[in-house]
């Protein structure tokens, strides 16, 4: 086996097993879970992991990314390890790859314009001739994506629709991705179908019937 032993009997560490890994050790067992296709989740419990599971996520993706985000904030995904996966994605897939973005919230008029993210995704796709396989939607009620009963939404990466995918619960309807304290509550999982099948429904839906599209002109 490698050197992180992701094949325990239940085929999970705990919480407390996970924040102990250095970030070498963090990165080997995800490398290795990727690569296994293993179907056991990996707790998300930093900002560093939340960028080692995006990364190796689409590194995977072979024709779609989905993502639901409060925003695109810049803390996150203006990181270089974050933004340079999305465009080798595009690279990779010679803008033929999709990259569909709904975000929950837009603080004002007309800012994913001027996200440097957004932009940057915008160029590339150009580059190839390919914009219109880059989509941004905004959430009509996001209180249709809240866990039931509850006060707490949830924002998703999933590629392929049925590929690996991460998953994060936030605290309350206020808070998001890049809130730090916020990462303990995400996990990832490169082998579990049937929750990539429940997350690709639920973007599908969303998309379809909760959203409107951003003019990215």
Do not use: W
């Amino acid at each position: 086996m490698k050197n992180i032993d992701i094949f325990k009997k239940s085929q999970e560490l705990n919480k407390e097993e996970f924040d102990s890994l250095s970030l070498e050790e963090y990165k080997q067992l995800v490398d290795d879970a990727a690569e296994e296709k293993s179907n056991f989740m990996i707790n998300n419990g930093t900002f560093l992991h939340a960028q080692v599971l995006f990364k190796k996520i689409i590194e995977n993706a072979n024709d779609s990314i989905s993502l639901v985000s409060q925003e695109c904030t810049r803390k996150f995904f203006n990181k270089k390890e974050v933004y340079e996966t999305f465009l080798d994605f595009i690279e990779r897939t010679k803008g033929k790859g999709k990259i569909i973005i709904i975000v929950e919230k837009e603080n004002n008029e007309g800012e994913l314009k001027k996200n440097p993210f957004v932009l940057m995704l915008l160029e590339h796709y150009s580059r190839f001739n390919r914009p219109d396989s880059f989509e941004v939607y905004k959430l009509i009620d996001p209180n249709k994506i809240k866990i039931k009963h509850t006060n707490r939404l949830f924002h998703f990466l999933l590629v392929d629709k049925e590929g690996p995918y991460r998953f994060q619960v936030c605290k309350d309807m206020e808070k998001c991705e890049c809130e730090e304290d916020d990462y303990a509550d995400a996990v990832a999982n490169f082998g579990n179908k049937k929750g990539s099948k429940i997350l690709s429904n639920i973007f599908e839906e969303q998309l379809n019937n909760n959203t409107v599209k951003v003019s990215l002109n």
